[in-house]
């Protein structure tokens, strides 16, 4: 499952993080991550669906930032793929797809302070 957000009015932010070079981008990769805590948290404290073993909570992670055709992102669940059912449930009882919906404004929020902090 994956969630496009388009980040409005960072495109100044985002060209000095790209100026910084290597340390721009570690900058980014840090405020990417970051982001994605909430989400992760929020999906880790869900009564959407039921884990009797509790192995698919204890399996939910964010993953090392990835760089693909649109960006660069990072996936939230069972990274480990200690619970590999986790896309069943997910499909069944989602809980990935509210948490994100919940969170994104916090998300942004959290992506555009590390940023700047980044950028000091």
Same mark, same amino acid.
């Given at each position: 499952?994956?969630? #496009?957000?388009?980040?409005?009015? $960072?495109? #100044?932010?985002?060209?000095? =993080?790209?100026?910084?070079?290597?340390?721009?981008?570690?900058?980014?990769?840090?405020? =990417?991550?970051?982001?994605?805590?909430?989400?992760?948290? #929020?999906?880790?404290?869900?009564?959407? $669906?039921?884990?009797?073993?509790?192995?698919?909570?204890?399996?939910?992670?964010?993953?090392?930032?990835?760089n693909g055709k649109?960006?660069?992102?990072?996936?939230?669940? #069972? =990274?480990?793929?200690?619970?590999?059912?986790?896309?069943?449930?997910?499909?069944?009882?989602p809980f990935l797809?509210?948490?994100?919906?919940?969170? @994104?404004d916090e998300v $942004?929020?959290?992506?555009?302070?590390?940023?700047?902090?980044?950028? @000091?």
């Open positions: 499952m994956s969630a #496009d957000m388009e980040l409005q009015g $960072f495109e #100044d932010i985002m060209k000095k =993080i790209e100026d910084m070079g290597r340390k721009g981008s570690k900058a980014e990769n840090n405020a =990417i991550t970051k982001g994605a805590e909430p989400v992760l948290e #929020d999906a880790k404290n869900t009564t959407a $669906f039921k884990d009797r073993t509790g192995k698919l909570r204890k399996s939910l992670d964010i993953s090392k930032v990835k649109e960006g660069k992102y990072v996936w939230i669940g #069972d =990274i480990d793929k200690q619970a590999n059912y986790s896309w069943y449930v997910e499909y069944t009882h797809r509210p948490a994100f919906e919940k969170n @994104k $942004f929020r959290i992506i555009k302070e590390e940023l700047e902090k980044g950028l @000091k």
